[in-house]
């Protein structure tokens, strides 16, 4: 299997190289082979149970994904950034909430006070 796994490995690497020639590209190739497919390719995926052959306890861990890996962090990068300006958003407005419940109690405290000022005042008046 260790020699099949190698072969599998070596033929996606060449057939990559061979359509790109620079070196750069060459090496970002050799890192974003996708290791996991190539040993799901040859043990020919999980079976009925969902075990992966050879992994055993592994094989729950073992992530059988469809997609095709990302060569790229920038795409994930630019999410980051994206979540960061949202959370610094979501931030102010909740400041602001704050803000303005804070203000509204203020508000209602003084209502409160003046209406009890005014209570006292009538009563004192009505009972001259």
């Known amino acids: 299997m260790k020699e099949k796994y190698q072969h599998c490995r070596n033929e996606i690497l060449q057939h990559s190289t061979d359509e790109d020639t620079s070196t ?3 090496l970002n190739i050799a ?4 290791d996991n497919e190539i040993y799901l390719n040859i043990v020919g995926g999980p079976n009925y149970k969902g075990n992966v052959y050879r992994l055993r306890t592994l094989s729950k861990m073992f992530s059988c994904s469809k997609s095709v890996p990302s060569t790229s962090i920038a795409p994930m990068e630019d999410q980051i950034e994206e979540m960061r300006e949202t959370i610094n958003k979501l931030n ?3 400041l602001e909430k704050a803000n303005k419940e804070k203000t509204l109690e203020e508000k209602m405290l003084q209502l409160m006070e003046n209406h009890d000022h005014q209570s006292q005042e009538m009563r004192q008046q009505m009972q001259e």
Do not use: K
């Open 31 to 34: 890192t974003s082979v996708n």
């Open 24 to 26: 750069q590209d060459s």
């Open 92 to 94: 102010v407005e909740l």
